[in-house]
């Protein structure tokens, strides 16, 4: 069954610095959002992404974030300057439609921290 | 979204039926019941969803009350690999775009 895999499974780094958490969606899917999830804490949306650009995105996604799909399969978190309150899981999920009936599947994250 | 009410937390004997129930008294006609699970930290998994009739496929059985105010999800025959975070989450459509929203949740733990 298709899966959304990605990259690196854990990413550590260091206040300040610059990190991509990347993302390949199901292949077919043309629906794509980031989620993150606090340790012990609810999982949060983050993003929307169509049709290469962003569709919405929650008050937790400022300046500090971006997203891009820089090919036909990647899409990508970037957080440009680190904070040591964005040390998190980082899920992906990607869908066919944009309909209610429509289920997202998620990736099996990325874990963030910042030291 | 509709806001869910899940307990918090339930116990189930491995081989047994795991009924887990789930309040959304505020869902209106044109909204989706899903059911998602999430094991330690592992991304949430797609598990259902139903509209109005009762659903099941090789994972789960959805059972949604009429008025649809309320629904059940059933896992048959538990096993100690279904110990999880179970998430109802009723979603609307929001211009074209649609998104959950994550509540608490019920951790269902089963037990041998």
């Known amino acids: 069954e298709p899966e959304v895999t990605q990259t690196p499974s854990h990413q550590v780094t260091q206040m300040g610095q610059e990190v991509i958490l990347r993302c390949v969606p199901i292949?077919?899917?043309?629906?794509f959002y980031w989620y993150r999830q606090i340790l012990g804490q609810k999982v949060e949306f983050l993003v929307s992404?169509?049709?290469?650009?962003?569709?919405?995105k929650s008050e937790i996604f400022d300046d500090q974030f971006s997203v891009e799909r820089p090919d036909g399969s990647n899409f990508t978190l970037k957080i440009r300057s680190t904070k040591l309150e964005d040390s998190a899981m980082y899920f992906c999920?990607?869908?066919?439609?944009?309909?209610?009936?429509?289920?997202?599947?998620f990736g099996n994250g990325t874990r963030l921290t910042v030291t | 979204d509709a806001k869910t009410t899940q307990p918090p937390s339930m116990d189930c004997a491995e081989g047994r039926a795991a009924n887990l129930p789930c309040n959304h008294s505020?869902?209106?006609?044109?909204?989706?019941v899903y059911w998602y699970r999430q094991i330690h930290s592992q991304g949430p998994q797609y598990i259902i969803h139903?509209?109005?009739n009762n659903e099941t496929n090789e994972m789960a059985s959805l059972i949604i009350t009429e008025d649809r105010k309320s629904s059940t999800l059933i896992l048959p025959h538990a096993t100690l690999r279904d110990t999880a975070v179970y998430y109802c989450?009723?979603?609307?459509?929001?211009?074209?775009?649609?998104?959950?929203?994550f509540g608490s949740g019920t951790k269902l733990n089963v037990k041998p």
């Open positions: 992404f169509y049709n290469n650009e962003i569709s919405e």
């Open positions: 999920a990607s869908t066919l439609r944009g309909d209610r009936a429509s289920p997202l599947h």
């Open positions: 292949s077919n899917h043309l629906y």
């Open positions: 989450i009723v979603r609307v459509l929001l211009y074209n775009f649609n998104k959950f929203y």
């Open positions: 139903g509209l109005k």
């Open positions: 505020t869902i209106s006609g044109n909204e989706y």
